[in-house]
């Protein structure tokens, strides 16, 4: 059974420091492919991120920056020079390839920037 | 706009009055599927359709139904709603193929069954 597990709960860093977001998965495929997503405070989920088993190569798209290891089953989630927009809860996703497309999220992280 | 929409986005009910949440996509995404997000719990998901008329059970099926009639539309249906399925509700939808596609969500809907 694929399980996602975020052990923060809730982070607070002060505005222009870096940050970095735990995912820990847990599965018997070797296909599958894993997510970020970004639940802001208005509530709707905006994806972030995808990235298959295959494909270990760091991602950075400005500010934000993905770290994928295999070996030891993580794929976290850096934000640099962090900003108020920033605050949200980041949820860590799961999809077994032959899992029918469903999603097993982590319980999210609660990421609070303040001035 | 490419997007993902739900309707209603609030609702307040009372135990046992049979509601429908309505979900519509204008992708032409093939796949569609139903979570629920519960504090400390994440989001689980409750059904899924890879196509038209082809539907399936989620994680937590139990006291819902979906149909799926056209490919745009994917609606959830409480035939008898009950508190424990006072919840946020989303929509989602993909392409779907020999990879998994990242889920495009609708706003989502706030059930208070009381």
């Known amino acids: 059974a694929q399980k996602v597990t975020q052990a923060q709960t809730e982070i607070s860093v002060v505005e222009k420091e870096d940050v970095t977001l735990d995912c820990v998965y847990e599965?018997?495929?070797?296909?599958?492919?894993l997510f970020w997503y970004k639940q802001p405070p208005s509530g709707e989920l905006v994806f972030l991120i995808r990235?298959?088993?295959?494909?270990?190569q760091n991602e950075i798209s400005g500010r934000y920056s993905w770290n994928f290891q295999k070996s030891t089953s993580s794929f976290n989630f850096t934000i640099t020079a962090s900003q108020v927009v920033d605050s949200a809860v980041y949820f860590c996703?799961?999809?077994?390839?032959?899992?029918?497309?469903?999603?097993?999220f982590g319980t999210g992280t609660q990421l609070k920037v303040e001035l | 706009e490419a997007q993902v929409t739900q309707n209603p986005r609030y609702l307040i009910t009372v135990t046992g009055k049979k509601l429908t949440v309505t979900c519509s996509q204008n992708?032409?995404?093939?796949?569609m599927s139903w979570y629920r997000q519960d504090p400390g719990l994440g989001l689980r998901q409750i059904y899924y359709?890879?196509?038209?008329?082809?539907?399936d059970k989620g994680d937590v099926p139990e006291g819902y139904k979906v149909s799926r009639k056209e490919k745009r539309n994917f609606p959830l249906i409480l035939e008898s709603p009950s508190p424990n399925q006072t919840s946020l509700y989303f929509c989602?939808?993909?392409?779907?193929?020999?990879?998994?596609?990242?889920?495009?969500f609708g706003p989502g809907t706030r059930l208070t069954v009381t």
């Open positions: 599965t018997r495929d070797t296909t599958y492919y």
């Open positions: 990235r298959n088993s295959f494909d270990e």
């Open positions: 992708m032409n995404h093939e796949y």
């Open positions: 359709s890879m196509n038209v008329e082809v539907t």
């Open positions: 989602a939808s993909s392409l779907s193929g020999t990879g998994v596609y990242e889920q495009y």
């Open positions: 996703a799961l999809s077994e390839a032959g899992g029918g497309n469903k999603l097993t």
